[in-house]
């Protein structure tokens, strides 16, 4: 039997867009949804969304999924710990979806090579604002930092990433282990062709 469960009832319906009326393909499909607190629709292309996320993962060995995962993991622990992370998975998608294909390519080989690429991703953005708020979600529909509480979380969670890598780089390396802070070029450097 079903356990109880909380569930949001969403008000919605399908979004029939120019491109799906003229390819009949499902990923071009969109859905309308209704915003009770304002109230307003909002249009939605879920389904290009994954499927955008699907052709670029397959590409790069199915490396993009595992970044994606391993930062909504760390956003969970950092959480868990009182961090707060405003930073939606769907965001956070829509962000490691712009990291480097070559590294990600890496990554379908070397698995830490994930972890040095998202977190040099992640860092480059924290670093580069002006950048970060010129990316699109992959539908392209809008703007992936498009609120200040986004960029704070882009900011928490390269710091969780930079710790993760840091630790994990210094069980990697007997030399990196001696120091308390290592440089992140250095633990990128270690993680990037190692193997588990």
């Known amino acids: 039997g079903s356990l109880p469960r909380v569930v949001d009832v969403v008000p919605a319906h399908w979004y029939n867009t120019i491109a799906f009326q003229a390819t009949q393909m499902e990923h071009h499909r969109g859905v309308t949804i209704l915003n009770k607190k304002v109230p307003e629709t909002i249009d939605n292309l879920p389904f290009l969304h994954i499927k955008e996320i699907r052709d670029r993962c397959n590409a790069v060995g199915g490396s993009l999924r595992k970044a994606i995962r391993l930062c909504k993991n760390v956003r969970a622990d950092a959480e868990s710990e009182g961090t707060d992370i405003p930073l939606p998975s769907f965001d956070i998608a829509a962000t490691m979806y712009h990291a480097s294909m070559d590294a990600l390519r890496i990554g379908a080989i070397y698995d830490l090579a994930i972890l040095a690429e998202a977190q040099r991703h ?29 960029l704070i979380g882009l900011n928490r969670l390269s710091v969780e990433m930079d710790n993760l890598m840091r630790a994990v780089a210094k069980e990697q390396s007997a030399a990196l282990a001696t120091y308390n802070e290592p440089s992140l070029v250095e633990c990128r450097r270690t993680l990037e062709y190692a193997s588990l």
């Open 122 to 150: 992640l860092d480059m953005l924290a670093c580069n604002h002006e950048y970060a708020k010129n990316l699109l979600v992959p539908d392209g529909s809008r703007r992936i930092f498009n609120t200040q509480e986004k």
